[in-house]
């Protein structure tokens, strides 16, 4: 059974940075694309960025850009979505996601994908 599983959240003031991990289990990520994800209390689930298996990265939405930067590590078999400059609207579940295909959807709808992780908690407040 395919498994994503994140890691890497928890409080941080603002101004802060965090570092997410999404490992996967059992297969290989390097030739599947991975996003990540986040959904706050209320809101609906945006994607924040992907990166291909080819390391082709299309950033989703504008409020991380510039501050969040998403890498991979094949040796490890992790994803990785380095946050930097942390606001408290960055406050949300953080997930990554794969539709087992190797390029990224330029959309970034959350319906594309159908490998969840179960999410890591990111707190931003003073």
């Known amino acids: 059974q395919v498994q994503l599983v994140e890691s890497g959240g928890g409080w941080v003031q603002p101004g802060g940075s965090l570092r997410l991990s999404c490992l996967a289990s059992p297969f290989t990520l390097d030739y599947y694309a991975i996003a990540w994800f986040r959904q706050a209390p209320g809101k609906e689930r945006e994607g924040v960025s992907c990166?291909?298996?080819?390391?082709?990265?299309?950033d989703y939405t504008d409020s991380a850009k510039g501050r969040f930067t998403i890498s991979r590590d094949n040796a490890k078999n992790t994803v990785y979505l380095q946050m930097n400059s942390l606001k408290p609207e960055d406050t949300a579940v953080y997930y990554c996601?794969?539709?087992?295909?190797?390029?990224?959807?330029?959309?970034?709808?959350?319906?594309?994908?159908?490998?969840w992780g179960q999410g890591t908690l990111v707190t931003v407040s003073a």
């Open positions: 990166i291909s298996s080819s390391d082709d990265i299309i």
């Open positions: 996601a794969t539709d087992l295909v190797a390029a990224c959807y330029y959309s970034g709808s959350a319906g594309d994908f159908e490998v």
